[in-house]
């Protein structure tokens, strides 16, 4: 086989090679697979979820994952840790080790304390068991909003600085690339702080002060001297004539019903940090770069192998 020829073979079998790669071939950057299933907060007993309303202290706020009501897909069985931070991400809030914060997944949904490590309370639901996500530092977001963070126990074992669960500053969605559930919620937000606008605070201006001066001077000394002697000549032939009275309408209409609360509480809003974004990019890229060659080999003719004779 001549030298253009085996170029042209070795052409397309890159061709191949980068389709193949960028359809079927595994992440680039050793991502761990993408977490299924998702977290939520709830109160202790799971009765209120995504419950901004009722969230009045920190205390109140547990976290909650799996399969909302007990159905669909669940997290992977195993053990993780979270943490709480601002909205962003950036600023850790959680104050204890990083160890007391592991949890268990039994079945596909969050399962209370792991082992001996973890030692946040727990709380009791239908489904599964919430753990408190307290004790941490108040937000800095001036709609008292927070976020936390859910990810696997041993992607997080591998970011620098885990020095085997005793760090308080370790925050692994900013300091460590590992694939995370998240969650927002919000403390206080809703709980008014002043009633609303005061009522008037004088009364109406003061009453007369002083009653009538002087009462009538002298009632009359004498009676009338004569009665009338004549009666009335006539009296009203016809009766007045009444005015009748406006008829009043009935209302129209019926009276609407009332609009119910949807009893189904939406699911959270629950985002993945992982690398989907930049996996997709070097895909294209990839598939880019196999199209070039592609059409290079198309566009330039082979050449004619002429036999001797």
């Known amino acids: ?124 639901a239908a489904c599964g068991v919430p753990v408190q996500l307290s004790p941490y530092n108040d937000t800095t977001n001036n709609g008292n909003e927070y976020s936390v963070d859910l990810a696997p126990a041993d992607a997080v074992a591998d970011c620098n600085g885990f020095n085997e669960g005793t760090s308080k500053t370790l925050n692994f969605v900013k300091g460590c690339d590992t694939e995370s559930k998240n969650d927002n919620f919000k403390v206080g937000a809703t709980i008014a702080t002043s009633p609303p606008t005061d009522p008037p605070t004088t009364p109406p201006t003061n009453p007369p002060t002083n009653p009538p001066t002087n009462p009538p001077t002298n009632p009359p000394t004498t009676r009338p001297t004569n009665p009338p002697t004549t009666a009335p000549t006539s009296t009203p032939t016809t009766a007045p004539t009444s005015t009748p009275a406006a008829a009043t309408e009935a209302p129209t209409g019926g009276v609407e019903a009332a609009t119910g609360t949807p009893g189904t509480t939406p699911p959270p809003t629950d985002s993945l940090n992982g690398h989907s974004s930049s996996d997709d990019s070097v ?12 059409i290079a080999l198309l566009l330039t003719p082979a050449s004619i192998v002429r036999r001797r004779r």
């Open 1 to 124: 086989m001549g030298r253009p020829r085996l170029f042209r073979a070795l052409g397309w079998l890159a061709v191949a090679g980068l389709v193949v790669g960028a359809l079927v071939g595994p992440t680039v950057g050793g991502a761990s697979a993408a977490i299924s299933g998702a977290i939520w907060t709830s109160t202790s007993d799971g009765s209120a979820v995504n419950a901004n309303v009722n969230y009045a202290l920190k205390t109140d706020v547990y976290l909650n994952g799996g399969p909302q009501h007990c159905s669909g897909s669940g997290l992977p069985d195993g053990l993780y840790y979270f943490q709480v931070t601002d909205p962003s991400g950036g600023a850790l809030l959680s104050t204890d080790a990083i160890s007391a914060r592991q949890v268990k997944v039994v079945n596909g949904v969050i399962a209370g304390v792991a082992g001996t490590t973890g030692t946040h309370a727990q709380g009791t």
């Open 283 to 294: 895909r294209a890229i990839m598939l880019a770069i196999a199209g070039l060659i592609a």
